[in-house]
C-alpha cells in the first residue's frame, strides 16, 4: 500500500492535469455538433493508455462513435480482467445554470466541477493512471483489457456489433466498471446490481397547425394539455405505474433482503436538504432506498410544445412532446416493456389527437453474483483502502452493456464505482471530489492484487 501511496504522491498534480484536458473535451456523444470533440477524446484516451505501458493499443472505427481498446498481457496463465468506462458525456444544458464553464474544469471546495468529471471520464482515467502506476511500480499481478467507447450516453449502438466481433480480443475473466457510486467516502460501499432502462419520446399531433387560443380554444382539442393528462395517467394514486403488465415478472426480494438493503447508513432529513426539497415522493410501501435501487420506475425526461419564448403568445399548439424514461428491475425485459408502454399510450389517446411512440433504446438489469471471486476483491480491495467493510448497495441507475458482457463473453462484472450520488450526474455543475479520484486509483491496483491471489 505505501507504495501505492508513494506513487500516487509523487505524481498528483500530472494526474490532475491529465484528467483536467480530458475534461476540457466536449464529447458530447448526442449532438452531431461536437463529433470533431468527440473523435479528438478517443485519440486522445489512446495516447494515454499507450503511455501509461498498454499494447496493441487501437481506435477501432464503428459505426458511430470509435472504441479504443489496449492490453497489457504479462502471463497467458495469470487472469485477465476487461475494464470498460466511457470517454462520452451528456449534454451539458442548461448552460446557464453551470456556475462555471462546463468543459472548462474548476476546483471549488476540494471538487472538480466540469461535465464528465465522475460520469465517467474522471472514473475511467482512475483505471488508467492506476495501471500506470503498477506499470511503473513493477507490481501489475495480472493480464488487464481496456475498451473505453463513445457511446454509452445514447446507448451503446455499436457495442453489440463490436463485442460480439471481438470475442477472442476481449476474451476475459471478469468485467471491472467504474462508472457507479458510493454512499459516501465515510461509508464506501460496493454496488451489487443496476437497474434496466427503456427509453421512449411521444408525439402528440392536434391541428394541422398552431392556432388563435381566443378563435379555437375550447372546441379543438390541444396536444399539449392531453399530453399532459396522459403522462399524469400513467401513476396511480399510490404512485404506481398503470402500464397493464408492466409489473409482471418483477422479482421482489425478501423481506430479510429488503431490511438488509435499509440497514445502510442513509440520512433522510440530509437527501431532502440536499435536494431542497420539502419531501421525498415516489411508490407506497417502499422506502426512498428501494424506490431507487430495487423498484421500476417512469419518469419524464423533458417535455415540450407551443411558444416557449419571452413575453405571451396566445396560441393552442399544433403538437406537443415528451421524453420519458423507464429504470427497470430483475424480471423487466426492456424490449417487451417498450412494446407495453407504446400500446398503452396509443390507446389512452383521445380520438381529437393522434401519437407517435418512438422506442430510442435500452438496457437489462443486472445483479452480480456476492460470492464470485471477483466481488470478493473488490470487498478486500475497499476494506484495505477504506479502513472498513463496504456496505452493499443496488445502483439505480443503468449501464444496459453489463448485461450484454455476460451474454456474449460469458463473463460477470464488478461494479467498484467511487461517485457519489450528489455529484450532478446529467445535471448542470456535475462534479468530482479530489479525493474521490485519488481514492480511487489507490483502489484499483488492490482490486488486481487480491484477484490474482484469490483466483490461484
Known amino acids: 500500500m505505501q507504495i501505492i501511496k508513494n506513487y500516487v504522491e509523487k505524481n498528483r498534480q500530472r494526474f490532475l492535469d ?12 448526442a449532438d452531431p455538433k461536437y463529433k470533431g470533440d468527440v473523435l479528438k477524446t478517443a485519440d486522445f484516451v489512446a495516447e494515454k493508455l499507450k503511455e501509461a505501458g498498454a499494447d496493441k493499443v487501437e481506435v477501432c472505427s464503428t459505426e458511430g462513435y470509435p472504441i479504443v481498446y489496449g492490453e497489457k498481457i504479462i502471463d497467458t496463465s495469470l487472469p485477465t480482467v476487461l475494464v470498460y468506462g466511457h470517454y462520452d458525456v451528456q449534454p451539458p444544458d442548461p448552460i446557464e445554470l453551470w456556475h462555471t464553464p462546463p468543459f472548462e474544469p474548476t476546483v471549488r471546495d476540494g471538487k472538480i466541477y466540469a461535465r464528465g468529471a465522475c460520469d465517467d471520464k474522471g472514473q475511467f482515467y482512475m483505471h488508467v493512471k492506476a495501471f500506470e502506476l503498477m506499470m511503473r511500480t513493477d507490481t501489475l499481478p495480472c493480464n488487464i483489457k481496456f475498451m473505453i467507447e463513445g457511446e454509452e450516453e445514447v446507448g451503446s449502438d455499436n457495442l453489440g456489433k463490436f463485442v460480439a466481433n471481438n470475442k477472442e480480443r476481449l476474451k476475459a475473466d ?40 381566443g378563435v379555437y380554444g375550447g372546441a379543438v ?80 425526461n423533458g417535455i415540450w410544445g407551443g411558444y416557449t419564448g419571452p413575453g405571451a403568445k396566445t396560441v393552442l399548439p399544433a403538437v406537443a412532446n415528451a421524453k420519458i424514461s423507464m429504470r427497470l428491475v430483475p424480471g423487466q425485459d426492456w424490449k417487451k416493456i417498450s412494446e407495453l408502454f407504446k400500446n398503452h399510450f396509443e390507446s389512452i389517446a383521445p380520438k381529437s389527437v393522434k401519437v407517435k411512440v418512438i422506442a430510442h433504446h435500452g438496457g437489462t438489469p443486472y ?28 445502483g439505480g441507475g443503468s449501464i444496459p452493456i453489463v448485461a450484454l458482457f455476460e451474454q456474449e463473453l460469458g463473463i460477470k462484472t464488478v461494479l467498484m464505482g467511487f461517485g457519489l450520488d450528489s455529484d450532478n450526474l446529467h445535471s448542470p455543475n456535475e462534479k468530482y471530489d479530489i479525493f474521490n479520484y485519488f481514492k480511487g486509483i489507490e483502489t484499483i491496483p488492490l482490486f488486481h492484487k487480491h484477484y490474482a491471489e484469490l483466483s490461484k
Open 18 to 29: 491529465e484528467l483536467f484536458e480530458l475534461l476540457r473535451f466536449p464529447s458530447v456523444s
Open 174 to 213: 471478469v468485467v471491472l466498471i467504474s462508472d457507479t457510486s458510493m454512499i459516501s467516502m465515510e461509508n464506501p460501499s460496493l454496488e451489487t446490481g443496476l437497474r434496466g432502462l427503456a427509453y421512449m419520446e411521444v408525439e402528440v399531433q392536434g391541428p394541422s397547425r398552431d392556432l388563435h387560443s
Open 221 to 300: 382539442g390541444n396536444p399539449a394539455t392531453i399530453l399532459c393528462q396522459m403522462i399524469a395517467s400513467l401513476h396511480d394514486e399510490n404512485n404506481h405505474i398503470t402500464i397493464p403488465g408492466f409489473y409482471d415478472g418483477v422479482i421482489e426480494l425478501s423481506a430479510e433482503e429488503r431490511k438488509a438493503l435499509n440497514d445502510a447508513p442513509f440520512d433522510l432529513t440530509e437527501y431532502k436538504q440536499d435536494l431542497s426539497v420539502d419531501e421525498v415522493w415516489g411508490e407506497k410501501g417502499y422506502s426512498t432506498i428501494e424506490r431507487t435501487g430495487i423498484r421500476p420506475t417512469l419518469e419524464v
Open 367 to 394: 445483479v452480480t453474483p456476492t460470492d464470485s471471486v471477483a466481488f470478493q476483491a473488490a470487498y478486500k480491495a475497499i476494506e484495505e483502502a477504506f479502513g472498513k467493510q463496504p456496505v452493499p448497495t443496488r
